[in-house]
C-alpha cells in the first residue's frame, strides 16, 4: 500500500461530532470528486476506505440509491480503482441543491454556508482531501496536494488553508494536465496539515522520516568531509615524498640544513603521519604550522632543481 492510501486509511477513521461535521465532510467529498452536478454525482478512488467512507456517510444524510464498482487497474501494482455513483438523477438533484448549488450557476464554487464552524471546516478538508487529494511518501520527497478541475474552486479551497490559524500555510496553485492543483511543499506545512484533517500518524511519519534523511545527510556530510582531508594529506604527503626523494638523488639530504635534514627523514619514514604529528616527534617539538614550513621548503628546493636541469 501506498504511504497517500495509508494516509487516506487513518483519515477515513476520524470521527464526526455532530451531524452538521458529517455534512462538511460529505460536502467537501462530493464537491472536489470527479462528477458533481444535479444530474450526476460519482466519486472515483483508490481507497477502498474512502470508497466505503462515502457511502455510509451518504446513506446517514440522504439515504440515496448508491452502486459501487471496483475494477483492477491494469497498473504495474495492479490497483484497485472504486466508484461511488448514484444512480437516480433525481437523487443527484436533491442532492446537488441541499447543498446550496444549482445548475444556472456559471461555475462550480465553495458554498461556505455548508462550513458552519472550525470543526465544520476540518471535516470539509477531510473530505475534499479524501476525495482528490494526495501526498507523497517522505521517504522521496515533501509534496501534498488537491487536485481539481475547476479554477475558481481551487482558488476557494487556497484560501481556506490559507485561513486556518494553526497551520499558517501558503499553498500555490498550477495548472497540469488540463486540472488545477493545490499544493504544499514544506514538510512542517504538510505535517501540520494532515494533524489538522485528523492523521498525526502519518504527520508524525514525516517527522520520523525528515529526522532519517537529515541524520544521513549529515553522516554522509562528515564522511565526504573526511574522506577529502584524507585525500588533501595524502596528495600533501606525496608532494613532500617526491620533494624529498628529488633532493635525496640530486645534491643528498645530508647536504640540507638541519632542520630541514630532520623533517626529510621523518616524513620518508612517517608518510601517513599528519603535520602535527610529525612535529611531535622532533625534539625539541614544534607546531604544526612549523612542520609546514619545512615542508614547503624541501618542496621548493626540489623545484629549483627541476628548472635547474
Known amino acids: 500500500m501506498s504511504f497517500a492510501l495509508d494516509v487516506k486509511k487513518e483519515l477515513a477513521k476520524a ?6 461535521q458529517d455534512f462538511a465532510e460529505v460536502y467537501g467529498m462530493l464537491l472536489f470528486s470527479r462528477h458533481f452536478s444535479s444530474s450526476e454525482i ?78 465544520c471546516r476540518v471535516a470539509f478538508l477531510r473530505g475534499a482531501f479524501l476525495s482528490c487529494g494526495s501526498v507523497n511518501d517522505p521517504a522521496k520527497n515533501y509534496h501534498l496536494e488537491f487536485c481539481s478541475q475547476y479554477k475558481n474552486l481551487s482558488q476557494d479551497l487556497c484560501t481556506l488553508l490559507c485561513e486556518i490559524e494553526e497551520c499558517s500555510l501558503s499553498p500555490k496553485i498550477i495548472l497540469r494536465s488540463g486540472a488545477y492543483v493545490v499544493y504544499l511543499k514544506d514538510s512542517e506545512q504538510i505535517t501540520d496539515l494532515l494533524t489538522y484533517m485528523g492523521a498525526p500518524g502519518s504527520a508524525m511519519d514525516i517527522m520520523n522520516a525528515k529526522a532519517y534523511k537529515e541524520m544521513r545527510n549529515l553522516a554522509n556530510l562528515r564522511t565526504n568531509s573526511e574522506f577529502a582531508n584524507i585525500t588533501k594529506t595524502a596528495n600533501a604527503s606525496a608532494r613532500q615524498l617526491w620533494a624529498i626523494e628529488k633532493l635525496d638523488r640530486s645534491i643528498g639530504l645530508s647536504s640540507l640544513p638541519e632542520p630541514l635534514y630532520e623533517i626529510a627523514l621523518l616524513r620518508r619514514e612517517n608518510p601517513e603521519l599528519s603535520l602535527r604529528a610529525l612535529g611531535d616527534l622532533l625534539s625539541p617539538p614544534i607546531s604544526r604550522s612549523g612542520v609546514n614550513h619545512r615542508l614547503q621548503k624541501l618542496i621548493e628546493l626540489a623545484e629549483n632543481e627541476v628548472k635547474g636541469e
Do not use: W
Not at 15 to 20: L, T
Open 42 to 119: 460519482g466519486l472515483k478512488t483508490k481507497s477502498i476506505s474512502v470508497a466505503e467512507l462515502c457511502i455510509s456517510k451518504l446513506n446517514t444524510l440522504f439515504a440515496p440509491v448508491v452502486e459501487k464498482q471496483s475494477v483492477l487497474k491494469p497498473t504495474k501494482n495492479f490497483i484497485n480503482l472504486h466508484t461511488v455513483s448514484l444512480v437516480i438523477p433525481e437523487e443527484c438533484d436533491r442532492i446537488f441543491t441541499s447543498f446550496g448549488h444549482s445548475e444556472k450557476s456559471p461555475s462550480l464554487r465553495l458554498n461556505r454556508a455548508n462550513i458552519e464552524d472550525d470543526m
Open 15 to 20: 470521527e464526526n461530532k455532530s451531524r452538521s
